[in-house]
């Protein structure tokens, strides 16, 4: 299978998200291809005035862009070529103040066009991306979950809500995300442990060992 691992962890080597994306690259099987893409190296594009004109015009109003339009949206087709031809996404981030990091809504922002990833019909909006698969993997500080209502409230938790709304949008039957709450020391290697766990059952699910 084609797997894309798109991922913006900028702790580094301090980053518990990368313990996680270290040991999925680690266990997925060598017959699957995997492209790459770090977010934090490669950022994506961001709507300016003529990207947005530029999108509108080519992929609502079907007309054709000038070369110099063209160019500008080629950063943007890229990352959208990027992720029609994988049959899987493996996203790995932190949670930055309850939600997604910017450059990992930035990269939502650029894939999901028009007429590729999602369109209209009869009846409203429908993704194109049906045969799609996508695992989301972040890292907390926070524990966001019934059983920690303290300041941290389960609806906090906004990157996994989004996340599961982007991939639905575009069409995505299988969507999963794992976290970890990482912040206590007292449970944060166990947390770990149950996430690695976690990822294990759902790339043997979708046959990547």
């Known amino acids: 299978m084609n797997i894309l691992i798109v991922k913006y962890l900028p702790g580094r080597e301090f980053s518990n998200t990368a313990k996680l994306h270290a040991f999925t690259k680690e266990i997925i099987g060598k017959d699957h291809s995997i492209e790459e893409l770090d977010l934090e190296t ?10 947005l004109m530029n999108y509108y015009k080519r992929n609502y109003q079907g007309k054709a862009l000038s070369d110099e339009e063209n160019s500008k949206m ?29 450059l990992v809504k ?17 009846i409203g909006p429908f993704g194109k991306f049906t045969k799609k698969k996508a695992l989301t993997v972040f890292t907390s500080g926070g524990e966001y979950s019934c059983k920690q209502v303290t300041t941290n409230y389960p609806e906090w938790d906004t990157f996994s809500f989004l996340t599961k709304i982007e991939f639905t949008f575009m069409g995505f039957k299988e969507i999963e995300v ?32």
């Not at 930035?106 to 009869?122: E, R, S, T």
């Open 42 to 51: 490669s950022p994506p594009p961001y709507f300016d005035h003529s990207i």
């Open 74 to 102: 080629m950063a943007m087709d890229k990352l959208t070529k990027q992720l029609t031809k994988a049959d899987i996404v493996l996203l790995f981030s932190p949670m930055h103040n309850f939600g997604m990091p910017g």
């Open 106 to 122: 930035l990269w939502f922002d650029a894939v999901m066009q028009k007429g590729i990833a999602f369109d209209y019909g009869d």
């Open 178 to 209: 794992v976290t970890a709450s990482t912040s206590n020391p007292n449970n944060k290697e166990k947390n770990i442990h149950s996430a690695k766990n976690r990822i294990e059952e759902i790339l043997k699910t979708w046959n990547l060992l």
